[in-house]
DNA sequence: AGTATAGGTGAACGATTGTTCACCGTCAAC
DNA sequence: GTTGACGGTGAACAATCGTTCACCTATACT
């Protein structure tokens, strides 16, 4: 194991990074210079960052989880080099600040495969494109859908052949924009 | 904002927990000993916890983004409060050390709502139940499905009726259970 | 042989850390 | 009116922080 799965480790378990007289231990060094030096290398690679005054910043790295291109590949051997990573939350939430997430309620949107008791991340914004899967108050009422527009008229459309679509008497105004979906089992 | 929220938006922006000279403005208090007392408290109430040796520690608390129940209740004015709050990473990953990411080739679980370009969160193991999805050695090639068994038979189920149901011939190993799928758009 | 260079030790440095203590005002309870 | 709790100030504390310097020992290159 190198410094840099080291440093990862230990930023895992211990939800901060160690400081130098931890590192001499975690590393094997009897010198704090010894550690220094490695550390220098770490920041010219982009590994770790340091803060305005010294302090050691975590790299989205340090909260990455192994990423294997196909289900066709297999696992690797635990232990094996893995070369690809994705760090599932900043995958998943671009702009934190106007993120929210939503319990889907019913299966208005199933054929884009968004099942109920999903959960969607949604960013706030008021406008889409065509096609965009939206929450909107139609109306008085929210309601996720896809975004359709043509000829200046707006209108929502359901992913379920039994449901209709929705055209607005009065009002539609795009509170979010779907961003992804997640879901556990 | 209370004192919870501004450790939480510190950070959040800084990656690291602020020591007690810089919770000195950040609060406002010109004594550190003011801010001893709130992490006191903070501690107490489990807001953040403390290292073996002084080091401050986030919660979970700190990396969560808002959960509204259902879409129906549309967004929170910007500001406003919201109780309920949802961590992606750990809500979607139990065991870090034996998770990994796959992408998912092809439309052979469709009809489970996991989509060609989905990806899947898969925890390393050797034994599934009955209804699981599983990622399986079949013969020598890998591939996600159903787990299903019958009086002592293994084999593996497709969600989609253009694939056919797989028997192994010679072996079937199981090498992850698929603990969750996510997807952005 | 001579000499950089990389990687390590060991000791020292001032600065900053988190902690602790004595003290002070305000408010509410008795 | 006195007391006690609460929330704050200000100053001091040893311990630890990250940094830096001189030095040592291999290995590789002229």
């Known amino acids: 194991m190198d410094y840099q799965e080291k440093l990862i480790s230990f930023y895992q378990s211990r939800k901060r990074m160690p400081t130098y007289s931890e590192m001499l231990s975690l590393f094997g060094f009897k010198s704090k210079n010894a550690v220094a030096r490695v550390i220098e290398k770490l920041v010219e690679a982009g590994v770790v960052t340091k803060d305005k005054l010294g302090k050691l910043i975590p790299t989205?790295?340090?909260?990455?989880?192994?990423?294997?291109?196909?289900?066709?590949?297999?696992?690797?051997?635990?232990?094996?080099?893995?070369?690809d990573t994705l760090n599932i939350e900043s995958y998943l939430v671009r702009k934190r600040e106007s993120?929210?997430?939503?319990?889907?309620?019913?299966?208005?949107?199933i054929d884009a495969h968004i099942a109920n008791g999903d959960i969607v991340i949604a960013e706030r914004t008021s406008s889409a494109r065509q096609g965009d899967i939206v929450i909107a108050?139609?109306?008085?009422?929210?309601?996720?859908?896809?975004?359709?527009?043509?000829?200046g008229k707006v209108w929502l459309e359901p992913a379920n052949k039994n449901f209709k679509p929705i055209y607005p008497e009065h009002e539609l105004t795009i509170v979010a924009i779907v961003r992804g979906v997640m879901r556990k089992y």
């Open 137 to 151: 108050n139609v109306d008085g009422e929210f309601t996720m859908k896809y975004f359709c527009t043509k000829n």
């Open 60 to 83: 989205s790295l340090f909260d990455e989880i192994p990423l294997l291109g196909s289900v066709k590949a297999g696992l690797p051997a635990p232990g094996e080099a893995v070369d």
């Open 99 to 109: 993120t929210y997430l939503f319990e889907v309620d019913g299966d208005s949107m």
